[in-house]
């Protein structure tokens, strides 16, 4: 089994910056599409970035030019660099990847449990 961990979330005020971190640990054989979804209370989930295995990254047009998304592939993790917070960025961020745990498996998308950014004075 494959578990993302992810850890950074908090409370800052507008303008403010936070990093996120997110770790895969388990069985890894693979991992191929890192990223950062988002749900902000009462929508549903968004994608703000992600960055395939070897390719740029792309973002939600809400976050480009704050927010910068980074991946170390020897360690298994995916960082999520966000400036000039806004109140609109609150919400809880998950962490996915899409894996495959064993080199017979098929690749399937494994997702954090979420950590929650508030941005507020």
């Known amino acids: 089994q494959v578990q993302l961990v992810e850890s950074g979330g908090g409370l800052v005020q507008p303008g403010g910056s936070l990093r996120l971190s997110c770790a895969a640990s388990?069985?890894?054989?693979?991992?191929?599409?890192m990223g950062w979804y988002r749900r902000a209370p009462g929508k549903e989930r968004e994608l703000v970035a992600h960055i395939p295995n070897g390719e740029s990254a792309d973002y939600a047009d809400s976050v480009k030019g704050r927010f910068t998304i980074s991946r170390d592939n020897a360690k298994n993790t995916v960082s999520l660099q966000m400036n000039s917070l806004k109140p609109e960025d609150t919400a809880v961020y998950y962490c996915?990847?899409?894996?495959?745990?064993?080199?017979?498996?098929?690749?399937?998308?494994?997702w954090g449990t979420g950590t929650l950014v508030t941005v507020s004075s």
């Open positions: 388990g069985s890894i054989f693979r991992i191929n599409d």
């Open positions: 996915s990847a899409r894996v495959r745990g064993n080199w017979y498996d098929n690749w399937r998308n494994v």
